[in-house]
Every structure is written in structure tokens, then in C-alpha cells.
């Protein structure tokens, strides 16, 4: 009888272990599917708003992971496609896979719908540059198509070093460079998204720009990452 029973718990425990394993995959891919599914609903809702409208395209750590010498490839030519590859001295800032994809996402929506195009981020720490610099930099290395397509130059915001200051400093420089615009396009990748939309929402309330809509644009799921 107490082999029985030791034999019964240990099915019930290998069951419940199977059934935490099903909960966690269904859940991962409804994620998943979330994030596609409101990539697309956010694409046609928002074309009728975005024209003429802004799209600011969040910083991130240049330096990805901490001290791991991985770096983006310069991208000669890349066809729009980049690959990490280590020590790459021609490249002068490491930057990371999540940054590559907020770069990729801002892009593609300025270009598809005429929007003005803000990289925002100061200088971090230990380094020399600004990660709208390098955001740009990057751009024109590996999406040069996609830059040349846009309907106005990019603008840099070079001095935040915070998401409450990336939403200060860049409604400051979009009152300078494009006061008419009614529609700002916040893109972050999905685990950053609700802060950082909450915290351009209440920039707006406490600026001069109260008509000012703030939308978080839809992304995909940073897989793997």
C-alpha cells in the first residue's frame, strides 16, 4: 500500500509538472499571437491618424549584455538585414538586438505612414556617444532604403537619460520643428511600452502641447531576447 501510494504521487506530480508546462507554452503563444494580431489592428488604425503626425523611437543600452563584446554589423550591404557578429571595430558603439528592433519598427512606420522621424537618447554612461547618434548612425548603415524614403530629415534628441526625460525633451523639440503636429507615435519594444506611453501622456498634460495624442505603436514579441 505505501508503494501504491508513493507511486500515486509521484503520477500526480509528474501530471501536475506536464500541466504547468502546457499552461506555460499556451500562454507564450498567446502572447505571441497578441503581439502580432495588435501589430496589425494598430497598422490600419492608425493610418488615418499618423500622416503628418511624429514618431519618436526610444533609446536603449548601447552595451549589450554588460561587458560581452557583441556588436551590430556595419551592414555593407546588409539588404535591411543585420547580424551580430563580434568585435567589429568599424562599428563605434555596441548596441543591442531590442534597440535594432525599435530602429526597424520606427522606420518602416515613418516611412509607411509620412510620419517625422525622432531618435531619442542621451549619452550613457562609460561612453562617448549618444544613443540617438548611434541610432542613426545604425540607420543609415543598415536601413539607408528605408532613411532615404522618409518624408523629412531625422531628428536627434541627444540629451535625456531617462524615459520621463526622452518624453520632456522630445515634446520640447517637436514644439520647435513641428508645432502643428497632432499625433505622436511612441515605439519601445513591448516590455517598456505601458511606462513609457504613460509617461509621454502625462508629459503632454504638463506641457504647452495638452492636443497632443499619444499612441504606443504595436510590436512584435522580442523572441529569444
Known amino acids: 500500500q505505501a508503494r501504491t501510494g508513493r507511486l500515486g504521487k509521484s503520477n500526480m506530480l509528474h501530471l501536475a509538472a506536464v500541466a504547468l508546462l502546457v499552461v506555460a ?7 505571441r499571437v497578441e503581439g502580432l494580431l495588435l501589430l496589425a489592428m494598430e497598422d490600419n488604425a492608425a493610418h488615418a491618424h499618423a500622416t503628418g503626425g511624429a514618431v519618436v523611437v526610444l533609446g536603449y543600452r548601447l552595451n549589450w549584455p554588460e561587458g560581452t563584446p557583441v556588436r551590430l554589423h556595419p551592414c555593407t550591404p546588409c539588404h535591411g538585414r543585420c547580424k551580430l557578429q563580434r568585435h567589429q571595430p568599424e562599428s563605434p558603439a555596441k548596441q543591442s538586438p531590442l534597440l535594432e528592433q525599435r530602429i526597424q519598427r520606427g522606420l518602416a512606420f515613418a516611412v509607411h505612414h509620412r510620419a517625422r522621424l525622432i531618435f531619442s537618447g ?4 562609460g561612453t562617448a556617444v549618444t544613443e540617438a547618434g548611434q541610432m542613426l548612425l ?3 548603415r543598415c536601413h539607408a532604403t528605408e532613411l532615404d524614403s522618409l518624408q523629412h530629415p531625422p531628428v536627434l534628441e541627444e540629451r535625456s537619460a531617462s524615459t520621463r526625460e526622452n518624453a520632456v525633451r522630445t515634446l520640447a523639440l517637436l514644439r520647435q520643428v513641428a508645432p502643428a503636429t497632432r499625433d505622436l507615435f511612441v515605439v519601445t519594444n513591448q516590455f517598456h511600452q505601458r511606462r513609457a506611453c504613460g509617461t509621454f501622456r502625462r508629459a503632454v498634460n504638463h506641457s504647452a502641447s495638452p492636443q497632443l495624442r499619444i499612441r504606443c505603436v504595436a510590436m512584435p514579441p522580442s523572441l529569444g531576447l
Open 138 to 140: 545604425h540607420a543609415r
Open 122 to 125: 542621451g549619452t550613457p554612461a
Open 25 to 31: 507554452a499556451a500562454l507564450s503563444l498567446v502572447g
